[in-house]
């Protein structure tokens, strides 16, 4: 039996459907950031203007600090799961930074943002008497996954819309535990959700509200917890959700919450159990990246600055992208085979790299290169790149946006 043969087929059609994915082979370079060494096509500096490391905290020296000297106090890995190795000093503090930063009684560390919404949302769904979880039409697929583990009933309500929500919940048995899952920051169209219509309707139904914040903790509100903190509603919040991994700069994710429904996720969930601790050197490296962000706006004050430098430029040069309220700015192109093409010529000519973002993180027909501009862009950068999209979108024959 060739199973490659199987294998082949299937990326046969992603290729010609123009999904078929390649990753840029580059290294990031300390103290260089967003210039990056891209290696795949001999060696070339690049300026990369798709990063999830929004504000440019990998490369801090605070944060590298308390990972290199973590790293040598503690040496590198954790030893085993928190179960069996017990090592978990650089783990609590972080925790209590986290539940700190979102006003929580306790948190709870996991190995990836994408775990801790796989195992919270499992568990819970699994566990609590009669669950129904009500999902946001575009929520992450860690959640989905998540979601589908749970083997609970499950309702998705349209997309950022609370009186959808509010009907699906009335249709609801008195008897069902209810558990809406949604997120703050969108990160493909960069939307924003209406969190206090979607708590006041979860209020009206007796349901638990569950927010992944992975794309605003760090960024929003005056110590980085995220849109619910900027809007005074992190106390209503049954359950808040985020990541290390990417405006702090490090790797992991976590939930924040009451000491009993943390204790519960802690005690029955697979997903934290048995999987080995992050190193404390990550979890000390997180821990100063959480607690600068906490005193310091500087960062946050000048991605806002070169966000909305960017969207003016694109303005004025009639390159079309999404109007939203976030740090996120889509391009459309609305085709795989030329966002594809846009991005490598961007690439090979111009130096600049962002990802082309294609089905299925997209719907079909929706594709498009999305820039997250951060503090460490300068002027000159905005100005360079603005140059080389308007040089493309010239040569690419594709609609200006209408005035
Ligand atoms: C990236 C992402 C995650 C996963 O976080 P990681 O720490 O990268 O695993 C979860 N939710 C959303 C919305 C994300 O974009």
Redo the contacts with the bound molecule.
Sequence with gaps: MNFDKLFQAQLDTLKQEGNYRIFAELERKCGEFPRVTNHSKGQREVTVWCSNDYLGMGQHPKVIEAMVSTVQDCGTGAGGTRNISGNAWHHKQLEAELADLHHKEAALLFT???VS?WAALSTLGSRLPNAVILSDALN?A?MIEGIRHARCQKVIWKHNDPEDLDRKLAALPANATKIVAF?SVY?MDGDIAPIKEILDVCDKHGAMSYI?E??AVGMYGPRGGGVAEREGLMDRITLIEG?L??AFGVVG?YITGSHALVDFIRSFASGFIFTTALPPAVAAAATASIRHLKESSYERDMQKRQVARLRARLDAEGIPHERNPSHIIPVMVKDPVKCRMLSDILMEQFGIYVQPINYPTVPKGTERLRFTPGPLHTDEDIEYLVLALKTLWKQCAIAHAVA
């Design positions: 990836s943002g994408y919404n992450h860690s997120e990160s992944d992975v794309h990541t991994g990417k994710g």
